[in-house]
């Protein structure tokens, strides 16, 4: 059994072929998926697949790429929906800061952040936060906000050995995906280095297919190369990868898994 924590699969990408693609991925053993948002674009067709397949959850939030001219209007609007119905969303998110796509628009993805930090922590769920080009700022105002009652996944990790550590310090988890079986990405030793019981596994389907799928469209079956990739990096068994991910995904995803 593996869980998936971050799969977009409400995107236009799995039109045509959304329930196959869930069958292939419940026969390799994928028993949940976990649903980031992207903005107010994307959340009725989210709801709308969670209600249909109860093993995938809903998450809320505004994306980083699209924290830009409207942002404060989209955060009082994610704010509203999620004070509507707390018990739909899993976890807050995605959020986070992206400095590769666009910088005209940094003041208002830290406001978009910390605001999605605010409501992760009044409504006591996982945040899960993007990172491009920006870890130390990102670990950096999450050190500002963390009271010890935050917790969530830095989603691709792909940053050092002590920002790895830092973000554990910090009571966080580490989104392992298709990039630890890239060569020459170099996470891959990174990765091999931080503790297993900081770490879950994710696809970011549509996007950064793992190895043999690379450059393709990503599928939540395909999370079984990043976990044989990780039990290969670490040097156990993949039952072992799979119970203590699986494991931490439900530490995180508590109330998800309680009912
Ligand atoms: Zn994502």
Redesign the pocket.
């Known amino acids: 059994m593996f869980i998936d924590t971050?799969a977009?699969i409400y995107l236009k990408d799995f039109d045509d072929d959304l329930d196959l693609m869930l069958e292939n991925s419940q026969n390799q053993g994928i028993s949940h998926i976990f649903m980031?948002n992207i903005d107010l674009s994307t959340v009725e067709q989210m709801n709308v697949l969670q209600n249909r397949y109860p093993f995938c959850h809903s998450m809320i939030g505004l994306?980083p790429c699209h924290a830009q001219e409207n942002t404060r209007g989209d955060i009082k609007s994610i704010e509203k929906i999620l004070s509507d119905a707390p018990d739909l969303y899993a976890g807050i998110g995605?959020t986070g800061i992206d400095f590769y796509w666009d910088r005209n628009f940094d003041e208002a993805q830290v406001f978009a952040f910390e605001a999605q930090i605010d409501m992760a922590i009044h409504s006591q769920k996982p945040i899960i936060i993007?990172s491009r080009d920006s870890l130390d700022t990102t670990i950096g105002i999450i050190k500002k906000h963390q009271k010890g009652n935050l917790t969530g996944i830095f989603?691709c990790f792909n940053g050092t050995l002590s920002q790895g550590n830092e973000i554990i310090d910090l009571g966080f988890y580490l989104g392992i995906g298709g990039v630890i079986t890239y060569k020459n990405a170099g996470v891959d030793k990174v990765v091999s280095e931080l503790p297993l019981t900081s770490m879950v596994l994710e696809t970011?389907a549509p996007?950064l297919s793992p190895v043999p799928y690379r450059g393709k469209r990503n599928e939540c079956s395909y999370l079984i190369h990043t976990a044989e990739k990780l039990s290969e990096l670490k040097n156990v068994t993949l039952e072992i990868i799979s119970l203590i991910t699986s494991r931490n995904a439900k530490d995180i995803f508590k109330n998800s898994f309680n009912q």
Do not use: L, R
Request: no cysteine; net charge negative; proline share 11%.
């Open positions: 971050h977009h980031p994306h995605e993007h989603h970011d996007y």
